[in-house]
């Protein structure tokens, strides 16, 4: 027998619980089925970001960055350690143990706002005069209304497929064993920025080897430069401009051959390699084709700027959909996505979604770049303010990089924040906000920022739009 709802969720990644638990909120009777799992079978909701992203990987940065305190930095403060290690096991213990209070969070919410849990993989059944058929398992679910949130999956090398122990996706690069001596990484993406800068803080010799000839090319081009600067002198190898070959699994590690930008064969021998080059949106056992779903030649499920399908009541949101491939992107959709089908105007602005590197420095931006302002032949005003002048960096021993503004050369709205530096990831919002409130870069100078914060040097950096900073 099925079970009927008004409201059925395909996927419990941040978009899925977060679009269910909206649904409920709004009255509706609501459903998510996930199919990810801890290794004793037991539902793991929270998709790719909980399980092997966003999530662990902070809890892995975190403890990365603790060591390399310890190790390079705490005897600037007058304090000294002896017999300083790292129990790798422990730490990937304590990684595994933050997943957890984020999966049997998402379970506890479920619970709190009425939304009924299937775990297992759900697929397209038959369209019924009741709704589309859903099947989980031997279950069969009857939705008035269905969101697909499935996600995306880690992109493969051609012919390279990830065995998870030499050729690593996110998943597999979160679960090293032990500190390896060489690590490669192809490609500069973020999953594989992060997850390098974790090895290599633990005492790993990384390699990056980037197939563009500029390095992070979607980041305004002063501060990737800035990031380039700071990460060489780190310790990290970034080759650009490289043409990846044969890559051979064998005996204790992986060979890798490559052709430099300058045409010179090379062969790097490593302990694992990390493929960082993208993701693909995730549609494996959806079965679209039972309902006549429509995918894009990217695999993507096509909908319209309200997230609507071809198919009338079928949503999409998140990864599995045009757009950026960021969790807060898929939390905003599935809000939005529940208050339309209650037939409220929900929004979600593209325009002012932040994008976040969690490296040391760390790196965010929201809006665009110069670089963007420039081919669109946009009238800008530029305005940087340095960390190495904000007190409050001084005092933290943290001064690489900065805040940088763009405003609009006559109204002065601003056009795109960008920092490189401490808590940037923290320092965005206020970025944000204004820009949702289309506040000039006056707005943020004429604002009070307390004394000494790093905040601060966002106010400095409003002012240099006006070429009056007062600190620097």
């Given at each position: 027998m099925s079970k009927q709802f008004d409201v059925v969720v395909i996927g419990g990644g941040p978009g899925g619980y977060i679009a269910a638990i909206r649904a409920a909120q709004l009255g509706f009777n609501a459903a998510c089925i996930d199919e990810w799992k801890t290794k004793d079978g037991k539902p793991a909701p929270g998709g790719t970001c909980t399980n092997v992203g966003c999530i662990p990987s902070k809890a892995l940065l975190q403890s990365s960055e603790n060591y390399e305190h310890a190790s390079k930095h705490f005897a600037d403060h007058g304090i000294g350690v002896q017999g300083l290690s790292i129990d790798v096991q422990k730490m990937l213990g304590r990684k595994d143990a933050v997943v957890k209070q984020n999966n049997d969070g998402i379970l506890y919410l479920f619970k709190k706002n009425k939304v009924s849990f299937f775990h297992g993989r759900g697929s397209f059944g038959n369209k019924t005069d009741a709704g589309y058929e859903i099947q989980v398992g031997d279950e069969t679910l009857v939705a008035k209304h269905v969101i697909v949130a499935t996600g995306s999956n880690a992109r493969a090398l051609p012919g390279v497929p990830f065995d998870e122990e030499k050729i690593l996706s996110n998943d597999g690069a979160l679960r090293i064993p032990a500190v390896p001596k060489k690590l490669v990484l192809i490609g500069s993406g973020v999953i594989g920025l992060e997850m390098g800068s974790v090895w290599r803080r633990v005492g790993a010799e990384v390699t990056v080897l980037e197939a563009l000839p500029t390095f992070l090319g979607a980041v305004d081009e002063q501060i990737?430069?800035?990031?380039?600067?700071?990460?060489?002198?780190?310790?990290?190898?970034?080759?650009?401009?490289?043409?990846?070959?044969?890559?051979?699994?064998?005996?204790?590690g992986v060979s890798v051959a490559y052709t430099t930008a300058k045409g010179e064969q090379q062969t790097l021998d490593a302990d694992h390699v990390i493929v960082s080059i993208g993701r693909v949106p995730n549609t494996i056992g959806l079965k679209p084709e039972a309902v006549g779903l429509k995918l894009d030649e990217r695999g993507a499920i096509v909908v319209d700027d309200e997230c609507r399908t071809n198919l009338p009541n079928v949503w999409a949101i998140g990864d599995v959909v045009r757009g950026p491939m960021l969790a807060h992107k898929a939390e905003e959709e599935g809000v939005a996505v529940a208050e339309r089908i209650a037939g409220q105007h929900g929004h979600v602005n593209f325009n002012t979604i932040p994008w976040v590197i969690y490296t040391s420095p760390e790196i965010a931006w929201v809006g665009r770049t110069e670089q963007q302002l420039k081919a669109d032949g946009v009238q800008y005003k530029a305005g940087t303010f340095?960390?190495?002048?904000?007190?409050?960096?001084?005092?933290?021993?943290?001064?690489?990089?900065?805040?940088?503004?763009?405003?609009?050369?006559k109204t002065d709205e601003i056009l795109g924040v960008h920092i490189v530096g401490p808590m940037a990831s923290e320092l965005i919002s206020e970025a944000v906000v204004a820009m949702e409130f289309k506040a000039s870069a006056e707005d943020i100078a004429r604002i009070c920022h307390a004394h000494p914060s790093l905040s601060e040097a966002t106010k400095e950096a409003a002012l240099a739009v006006d070429k009056r900073t007062l600190n620097f």
């Amino acid at each position: 027998m099925s079970k009927q709802f008004d409201v059925v969720v395909i996927g419990g990644g941040p978009g899925g619980y977060i679009a269910a638990i909206r649904a409920a909120q709004l009255g509706f009777n609501a459903a998510c089925i996930d199919e990810w799992k801890t290794k004793d079978g037991k539902p793991a909701p929270g998709g790719t970001c909980t399980n092997v992203g966003c999530i662990p990987s902070k809890a892995l940065l975190q403890s990365s960055e603790n060591y390399e305190h310890a190790s390079k930095h705490f005897a600037d403060h007058g304090i000294g350690v002896q017999g300083l290690s790292i129990d790798v096991q422990k730490m990937l213990g304590r990684k595994d143990a933050v997943v957890k209070q984020n999966n049997d969070g998402i379970l506890y919410l479920f619970k709190k706002n009425k939304v009924s849990f299937f775990h297992g993989r759900g697929s397209f059944g038959n369209k019924t005069d009741a709704g589309y058929e859903i099947q989980v398992g031997d279950e069969t679910l009857v939705a008035k209304h269905v969101i697909v949130a499935t996600g995306s999956n880690a992109r493969a090398l051609p012919g390279v497929p990830f065995d998870e122990e030499k050729i690593l996706s996110n998943d597999g690069a979160l679960r090293i064993p032990a500190v390896p001596k060489k690590l490669v990484l192809i490609g500069s993406g973020v999953i594989g920025l992060e997850m390098g800068s974790v090895w290599r803080r633990v005492g790993a010799e990384v390699t990056v080897l980037e197939a563009l000839p500029t390095f992070l090319g979607a980041v305004d081009e002063q501060i990737a430069k800035e990031a380039h600067k700071a990460f060489t002198k780190q310790g990290l190898k970034i080759e650009l401009g490289v043409k990846v070959g044969e890559i051979k699994t064998g005996g204790k590690g992986v060979s890798v051959a490559y052709t430099t930008a300058k045409g010179e064969q090379q062969t790097l021998d490593a302990d694992h390699v990390i493929v960082s080059i993208g993701r693909v949106p995730n549609t494996i056992g959806l079965k679209p084709e039972a309902v006549g779903l429509k995918l894009d030649e990217r695999g993507a499920i096509v909908v319209d700027d309200e997230c609507r399908t071809n198919l009338p009541n079928v949503w999409a949101i998140g990864d599995v959909v045009r757009g950026p491939m960021l969790a807060h992107k898929a939390e905003e959709e599935g809000v939005a996505v529940a208050e339309r089908i209650a037939g409220q105007h929900g929004h979600v602005n593209f325009n002012t979604i932040p994008w976040v590197i969690y490296t040391s420095p760390e790196i965010a931006w929201v809006g665009r770049t110069e670089q963007q302002l420039k081919a669109d032949g946009v009238q800008y005003k530029a305005g940087t303010f340095p960390f190495m002048a904000n007190g409050r960096a001084r005092a933290l021993g943290d001064t690489t990089g900065m805040v940088k503004f763009l405003a609009d050369a006559k109204t002065d709205e601003i056009l795109g924040v960008h920092i490189v530096g401490p808590m940037a990831s923290e320092l965005i919002s206020e970025a944000v906000v204004a820009m949702e409130f289309k506040a000039s870069a006056e707005d943020i100078a004429r604002i009070c920022h307390a004394h000494p914060s790093l905040s601060e040097a966002t106010k400095e950096a409003a002012l240099a739009v006006d070429k009056r900073t007062l600190n620097f």
